[in-house]
């Protein structure tokens, strides 16, 4: 099956997560533990394929973390995270985002090479932290023997995957101008400039209210 153009590798894999009921830490501690339990089931990676920017996107503190557990999930366990492994992935999510957008950006050519060569660094080791392996499924279809695919067993492993599949498809991210969150804008179009249907019909309503008002 040839995955549509808007469609990544990733956003291919059956990976579930959960959104998080209540979350609770002891701000006191020094690397207090961000407990929660699991609540509803969702596919990170098809329905957020620019969560690992959104992640990176986050001021870093304590508060920035728990606001995207709640919305996301934990990053490793479904019963919650110490702050210390929230800290590492962020900075070093962060970095890797930062060397992604250089390369978008006017760099000058002697550095170019140097920053292609870090950016892969981390996000091979961000895979390898994260179990991130190569696998063959068994194929439902029964013409087709298997095909290959990846073991995915975290929140943080997705999001390295999709830091991997952003830098292999040369995907491009945009603010949405409603939620103010990053979307996958690759295929977007000017009638497309916002990261989904929601934000779209409330700038839609928006304008319909503004016009009303006049
Ligand atoms: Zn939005």
Known sequence: MTPTRSRTAAQMLDFTWWTVGEIAYDDAEADPLIRTCPDLPYRPLQEHPALFVRF?????DLPSFAEFMAEYGPLLSPEGDRLSVWTTEHDAMQEAVALFEALDSEIVSSRRE???GALADLINAGLARHGINPEVVPSRVPCQKGYLSYRV??????MWLQAAVAVDGDRKYAICPVCEKRYDATDATDRREFCGDKCRAKAHYRRRKGGEAK
């Open 153 to 158: 067993r975290d929140l943080a492993g997705a």
């Open 56 to 60: 990176a996107d986050l001021s870093g």
């Open 114 to 116: 140097e920053t292609k």
